[in-house]
């Protein structure tokens, strides 16, 4: 248990790095969340000081999920190792969302947690995630709207997931179907006020404006 708590604290840790916020203080010298939609998460960065910061963030946000699931969590598994991998893997890997989304540096005000958990879910079931990504690049290059493709990406990979258990890999626990609903909760919480604009018609779309200019 102590190797699981372990495990658990270093992917928050990992998790909660700031990206976005790093990203702002060294390219404008100010804090990201000042600006843009105020959210600490690369659309926002994408926004405020384009699209070379924005892949940086998005690179290091799915690194670490990715990190968490796959290295982080080789803490507490082994042969002599109570727990499966799969449990300990989903449970590096969640503890790295919530990381991302109340990170510990920035006052438990981070991203919407998409990013890493792409991280995260890659590492756990590669193609349903492969097809989740391929829904959200189909729906934001046609609809220039993130949040539609991020909300159809928490929808799309549970369902692909059950599909691939109950047809083609009955091996898959229960627990990553779990985790997978779970994640599509998180996400919709954490989206609740693009929501709130998609409804009125109010969301942002990619180039309707042009990014706000802050100079060091």
């Not at 000081?49 to 998005?58: E, Q």
């Not at 699931?69 to 790295?96: M, N």
């Not at 998409?114 to 995260?120: D, E, N, Q, W, Y």
Request: proline residues 5%; contains cysteine; glycine residues 8%.
């Amino acid at each position: 248990m102590a190797l699981i708590f372990l495990v658990v604290l270093i992917s928050y840790l990992l998790g909660s790095i700031p990206t976005a916020v790093i990203a702002g203080k060294i390219v404008m010298k100010d804090d990201i969340r000042k600006h843009g939609s105020k959210n600490a998460g690369a659309t926002n960065v994408f926004r405020v000081m384009g699209w070379k910061p924005a892949l940086v963030v998005v690179l290091i946000d799915v690194l670490k999920g990715t990190a968490a699931t796959l290295l982080v969590s080789k803490l507490a598994t082994g042969p002599e190792a109570p727990f499966s991998p799969i449990l300990v893997q989903t449970l590096a890997g969640a503890a790295a969302i919530v990381g991302h989304v109340w990170t510990v540096f920035a006052g438990f005000k981070g991203g919407k947690g998409v990013g890493t958990a792409f991280g995260v879910l890659l590492g756990l079931a590669p193609i349903p995630v492969l097809i989740a990504a391929a829904v959200w690049l189909a729906l934001v290059f046609t609809t220039r709207i993130v949040s539609i493709g991020s909300l159809a990406t928490a929808v799309v990979f549970p369902i692909t997931l059950a599909v691939q258990k109950a047809c083609f890999r009955p091996d898959i626990p229960y627990s990553l179907v779990v985790f997978s609903i779970c994640f599509a909760v998180l996400i919709f919480i954490t989206h609740r006020s693009n929501i709130r604009r998609l409804l009125r018609g109010e969301e942002n779309r990619f180039g309707s404006s042009k990014k706000s200019e802050v100079k060091p």
